[in-house]
């Protein structure tokens, strides 16, 4: 059998070879469908605002943008200690356990007697599903090449982006059928379900099932591999390289500004705005966030396999990042900050096509640390655009709440189209700081640099000539 890199593998390498990958495709979408709660749970606040709002007397945009970023301050702030489970504990363990403690959290979601309840519910679901995606990273570490990473990656985002289409259309439905609570309870019983299934099939690495370590595949690929030091890393030494690493920072600074702005529109603004500003259902604003998803979904995608086929990171995710920067001055200027509805379409499709440059930031944290810590670096690079969602979606809400008239229909305030537009532009000022931050990512040419690099007087060296 001849591969690309022109060098002959034997039968029991072939053998080896199909028996790799028969198993890494079962645990990536193993792992991958368990995300889909991850993103269910992400966006699932906005298709219930009115809901929530009006069951448990919530008055103020502001405290409803709270709720909703608790999320986010939660999963921003275990990415590291993800990263720190799964490379010492390892992704099977992880994963196993997160998932019960999600599948509980949102059993209490659903059961909430009051608004306390309500938060208990879901700081335990965000527990639960935060170690996720950085458990995954850590199983592509070990199971697929170099050169596939970002491709996979962005695969990542279609399969887990199906929990954002599920939290908006079809939960709007359940919603309305069996209610906002019951519709908990089946997300609950999923999200058992998978620690089920990862606890079976998942395994950390090729060696646990009698495989060679996917280097050694790359290597008589005539391939490039990761570079190994031939040592360990405490996860204490592993940690200190990764936060000592300036070039840690630029991509996690682009998330949390690129995302940010993202997550405060689909994530819980965007259907207030179309049932409020358009007169929508919620079914039919819901159709608008299904369009940011699957961009979302399409560009992600497209953006890892393009990253990898050309070899580069930093430029591809600038230009889709001012890609999103266009799309997003023409829904703030166009009719006072309100298109005509049939340009929504496009326009949601575009946002969600222009946020998907944020998948490309694992990978430019990744390879420019050491292998040894890939799980720290990507919990590092993971963390920037929650960060972002959790300080845009109040601060979204702040300023609605500025710009609010007094209107209260059904208990629930009512913004007038001025509200979003201003909310609209503090959006675009904050992308255009995003896209300078993209500016500033090292290009990697899809190698690990990160062992040269994990010396100081290196970084120095290099930042000094621009290297």
């Avoid at 940011?292 to 050309?310: C, E, F, K, P, T």
Wanted: hydrophobic share 50%; net charge positive; proline share 5%.
């Amino acid at each position: 059998m001849m591969l690309s890199g022109g060098s002959e593998l034997s039968y029991e390498w072939q053998q080896r070879l199909h028996r790799l990958n028969r198993r890494r495709w079962a645990i990536w979408w193993s792992v991958a469908l368990a995300l889909l709660t991850a993103y269910f749970h992400r966006t699932v606040t906005g298709v219930i605002a009115d809901s929530l709002m009006r069951d448990f007397s919530i008055a103020r945009a502001s405290d409803l943008g709270v709720l909703a970023s608790i999320y986010f301050y939660i999963y921003a702030a275990m990415q590291i200690p993800a990263g720190i489970l799964a490379d010492a504990w390892g992704p099977r363990r992880t994963i196993g356990l997160a998932l019960a403690v999600a599948a509980l959290g949102a059993a209490v979601f659903g059961a909430a007697p009051s608004l306390p309840w309500v938060y208990a519910g879901r700081v335990l679901a965000t527990l639960g599903v935060s170690v996720i995606f950085v458990s995954l990273v850590k199983l592509q570490v070990e199971w697929f090449r170099l050169r596939e990473f970002c491709t996979v990656s962005g695969l990542i985002v279609v399969v887990a982006n199906s929990g954002s289409l599920l939290s908006a259309t079809p939960l709007a439905f359940a919603v309305e059928t069996v209610g906002w609570r019951a519709s908990f309870y089946i997300i609950a019983a999923f999200t058992l379900f998978m620690a089920a299934v990862c606890w079976l099939v998942v395994r950390d690495r090729p060696a646990a099932i009698g495989l060679p370590p996917i280097a050694d595949f790359e290597a008589r690929e005539g391939l490039p591999s990761a570079p190994d030091t031939g040592r360990s890393m405490s996860a204490c030494e592993s940690l200190g390289i990764v936060l000592g690493n300036t070039r840690t920072w630029w991509p996690f600074l682009s998330g949390v500004m690129v995302y940010g702005v993202y997550m405060s529109f689909m994530g819980i603004w965007g259907v207030p705005y179309f049932m409020q500003v358009y007169g929508m259902s919620r079914v039919e604003a819901a159709n608008y966030v299904i369009a940011m998803a699957v961009g979302n979904m399409i560009g992600g995608q497209a953006i890892g396999y393009l990253s990898d086929r050309v070899g580069r990171r930093s430029r591809p995710y600038t230009l889709i990042a001012t890609c999103f920067f266009g799309v997003w001055l023409i829904l703030t200027v166009w009719n006072g900050g309100k298109p005509p509805v049939w340009a929504l379409y496009p326009l949601c499709l575009g946002i969600g096509i222009g946020t998907s440059g944020v998948t490309l930031g694992v990978a430019c944290t990744k390879e420019v640390n050491p292998p040894q810590a890939a799980g720290i670096a990507a919990g590092v690079a993971n963390s920037g655009p929650f960060v972002g969602a959790a300080l845009m979606q109040p601060l979204f809400g702040w300023v609605l709440d500025l710009n609010w008239q007094g209107v209260i229909e059904h208990g629930v305030k009512v913004y007038p189209p001025e509200a979003y537009q201003y909310a609209f532009w503090l959006c675009a000022a904050v992308l255009a700081a995003g896209i300078g931050c993209t500016l500033m990512i090292k290009e990697t040419y899809c190698t690990n640099i990160g062992v040269r690099d994990s010396s100081p007087a290196n970084r120095v060296a290099d930042d000094a000539t621009g290297g």
